[in-house]
């Protein structure tokens, strides 16, 4: 190209004066003109048009309509033949061309610059051609615009293909509103059915997020922001609602007025299910479909402040059924469910519509009564009258499974109100209420009062000194002899003492529960057990106590432990009591979860030559069928029984009853606390094997008992650890 081009190129032999005025017209156009004669044929091209044809002067000159010096494209980006070109269309039909979009290819640049083009002819006096003039005016810029708005367009619906976001678009200045195919079939709609106008989405949203969404919109457009996303639910044909996510974009003019609104509204129906599960499994019990115990704490805050700004009393109960674990273990865990079910289903019936109502596992069940009278008394009054309707219906025989089953709740309560109370402190208040009511004969109700904290301060203060007695060996076995019907020493039965001062004996009724509840009779109990080992290994090489039997009380809490035969099989090695010398006396509580692992401990203990007696005997919930399944050796006549022997027949017939049972089943008989030569007289008298009571000899400190029945004292020196 020429360092510094003319602006104006012609071809040789046009009039001078017309191209000097065709000069000055032209160079500053920002347009391209191009002059062709009749033929078609270049005569004169202004600066903008080489430019734009991206050709010199010189190849322009040679250019003849139809050569390819450059090369026309159509709009849709398509080779336009010779024929089509502006120049010759003008030529062929005489006619003028406007506003032609054309696109220049210029085969040594590689791209296309894209024009739009004017072409008319000029005419002489009798109206033939004399001229073609084409003017170009560059659009590349415009056309670049409109390409990249296509792909992304493109790009927009390749995303959207397949996923639930349905576009639209409405102009807020025509008030024109686009809305995708997808979009009227979230709605169970065919593209045509409904107008497509503003109103209709107005009229489809929920009437109760109308005003929400109307609202959002108002506040939006005259504001700033550029985009928005809010839920609302939009009407689906068949009638359910929608609930759409929508996200728009907020085109602004230069004035920051909103002229334009382009978004997607996408399905939330699956997600909104998801979190719906999530939140039930979070927040409610699966089985009875009743709040859980998160539910509660949460609600529970809740409830607390409201009843504290108001100034009202509330209740909590707390709930725990009866005997529950012993129905899960006979009748198995579906028959469980079912009652827990039909227990959930009667307390909601029994309760009002706004008191609230919750599982918090196993048995127990949580109700919190709001809005209760102004003054306590009022307040307990209402409970009780709910207390007794829950109890009245939970009272009711139940139908599980096709059997008839008995239930009863045991129920705490804590009132509550305006006062600052933690949730924490309530729910233990209820507890400790209700381990009350379970203590005076279940069925019930009781109310929390301050001294059932005191009482489980007590027993907290009670677990630490055991730890405590335990770690300092404070703990020592009293032995009570057992006699056989000709009055000889049989045995004795150890009976643990605490030593908590030098003068201080504590009883075991005074602590075993303690322990039990503290989870420190594993611990106790493996004392007791060493120490009674101990004292066999010294009875054994005492000519008059060799023959003994000791018998040790075993917690239910222990033999539920899988490793208690392995622990006692150790303990007997490493003391060298004669194992067939060890009786482990067991209450009928333990049959009442997991028999068959029951059965089989014992089975490995008895392989170890251990015996089993079944202490206190007819007091407990024992089916009989236990008797012949457990390996027992003896049962022991529970002291109730005996105490009422000598005077009243029913107990007598039952203690005949039982020694006739044992009999059967080929155990022995021995009964406790014979206090009177009445009762020694009729149970020597029906057959009872052994017996022990104060009558016969009351329990004395080991060392005692040794020296009394015959140990000699320097081998009583070598084992004990007491
Ligand atoms: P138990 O096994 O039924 O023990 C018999 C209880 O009756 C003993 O009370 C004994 O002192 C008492 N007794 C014996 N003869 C008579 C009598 O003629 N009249 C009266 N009124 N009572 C008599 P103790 O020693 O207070 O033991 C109470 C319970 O504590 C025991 O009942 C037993 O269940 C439990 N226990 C005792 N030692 C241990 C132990 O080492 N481990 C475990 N887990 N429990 C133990
Ligand atoms: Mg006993
Ligand atoms: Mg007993």
């Known amino acids: 190209m020429h360092a510094n081009p003319p602006s104006i190129s012609r071809a040789d032999g046009v009039p001078h004066d017309a191209l000097r005025c065709f000069d000055d017209l032209l160079a500053h156009l920002p347009a391209g003109v191009v002059m062709h004669d009749a033929t078609g044929r270049v005569v004169a091209a202004n600066r903008h048009a080489l430019a734009l044809l991206g050709r010199s002067e ?4 040679a250019t003849q309509a139809g050569d390819a010096a450059w090369h026309f494209v159509r709009a849709d980006g398509t080779r336009m033949p010779p024929s089509e070109y502006p120049v010759n269309a003008v030529l062929r039909t005489g006619a003028r061309v406007s506003d032609l979009v054309v696109g220049v290819s210029r085969p040594d640049h590689g791209d296309v610059r894209w024009a739009i083009c004017n072409a008319y002819p000029e005419r002489d006096g009798h109206g033939a051609i004399q001229r073609v003039i084409v003017c170009f005016m560059d659009c590349t810029v415009l056309k670049d615009a409109e390409q990249s708005l296509h792909k992304s367009e493109e790009r927009m619906r390749l995303a959207l293909q397949g996923s639930t976001d349905a576009p639209w678009d409405w102009d807020l200045v025509t008030g024109e509103i686009y809305y995708s195919p997808r979009w009227w079939e979230m ?3 065919a593209p045509d059915e409904q107008p497509a106008d503003p109103e209709t989405w107005v009229r489809l949203t929920h009437p109760d997020d109308r005003m929400r969404v109307v609202a959002v919109l108002d506040e939006l457009l005259p504001g700033q922001r550029q985009s928005y996303s809010m839920e609302f639910r939009l009407r689906h044909r068949d009638g359910h609602y929608v609930p759409v996510l929508s996200r728009g974009f907020i085109l602004r003019d230069g004035l920051g007025a909103a002229v334009r609104l382009t978004g997607t509204n996408t399905d939330l129906t699956e997600r909104k299910q998801v979190e719906h599960r999530i939140h039930e499994l979070a927040y409610f019990d699966q089985l009875t479909g009743l709040p859980n115990r998160r539910f509660l704490i949460d609600e529970l805050g809740q409830i607390l402040a ?13 709930l725990d059924l009866d005997n529950f674990k012993l129905l899960n273990d006979t009748m198995g865990h579906d028959v469980g469910d079912l009652l827990l079910r039909e227990v959930a289903r009667r307390l909601r019936r029994a309760l009002r519509e706004g008191d609230h109502l919750a599982r918090l596992g196993g048995d127990e069940f949580v109700i919190v009564l709001e809005n209760l009278g102004a003054s306590p008394a009022e307040a307990t009054a209402e409970v009780h009258a709910v207390g007794r309707k829950i109890l009245e219906v939970l009272g009711e025989p139940f139908e599980l499974a096709g059997r008839q089953c008995a239930s009863s709740p045991s129920i705490g309560v804590t009132l509550f109100d305006g006062a600052p109370t933690g949730i924490d402190t309530l729910l233990r208040q209820a507890d400790l209420a209700m381990y009350r009511a379970k203590e005076e004969g279940r069925n019930t109700l009781r109310f929390f009062d301050p001294g059932m ?10 677990s630490a000194a ?3 007695g335990l770690a300092r060996r404070q703990f020592v076995l009293y032995c009570q002899p057992q006699f ?11 009976l643990v003492r605490w030593k908590r001062g030098a003068d201080e004996l504590v009883g075991p009724g005074e602590f075993i529960g303690a322990a039990e509840s503290g989870g420190l009779i594993a611990a106790l109990g493996m004392d007791v057990l060493e120490q009674g080992c101990h004292a066999l290994a010294r009875w054994a090489r005492a000519p008059r106590l060799a023959p003994l039997k000791l018998a040790v009380n075993v917690s239910v809490h222990q033999l539920r432990d899988p490793d208690f035969p392995h622990a006692v099989a150790t303990l007997l090695a490493a003391t060298g009591a004669p194992a067939d010398r060890l009786t482990l006396e067991l209450t009928e509580s333990v049959f009442a979860r997991n028999p068959d692992d029951l059965v089989d401990r014992m089975q490995q203990l008895r392989r170890l030559g251990v015996h089993f007696a079944l202490d206190d005997f007819g007091t407990g919930y024992s089916s009989l069928a236990y008797l012949a399944r457990f390996p027992l050796a003896a049962l022991k006549i529970d002291r109730s029984f005996v105490r009422e022997v000598d005077h009243d027949p029913n107990a007598s017939s039952i203690v005949e009853a039982i020694i006739a049972l044992a009999r059967k089943l080929h155990l022995a008989t021995i009964a406790e606390g014979v206090e009177l030569d009445a009762q020694q007289a009729f149970l020597a008298a029906h057959g009872c094997d052994v017996m022990q009571g104060y009558l016969l000899g009351r329990p004395v400190a080991m060392e005692e008992f040794e020296r009394r029945y015959g140990v000699v004292r320097a081998q009583a020196a070598s084992g004990s650890s007491t």
């Open 58 to 61: 010189h190849e322009v000159w």
């Open 187 to 189: 709605l169970g709609y």
């Open 453 to 462: 904290q005191a009482a489980a301060d007590r027993q907290a203060a009670l």
């Open 484 to 494: 056989g019907h000709d009055g000889s020493l049989v045995g004795a039965e150890a």
């Open 306 to 318: 409201r009843n504290g700004r108001a100034g009202r009393h509330g209740a909590l109960l707390f």
């Open 466 to 468: 055991l730890r405590t």
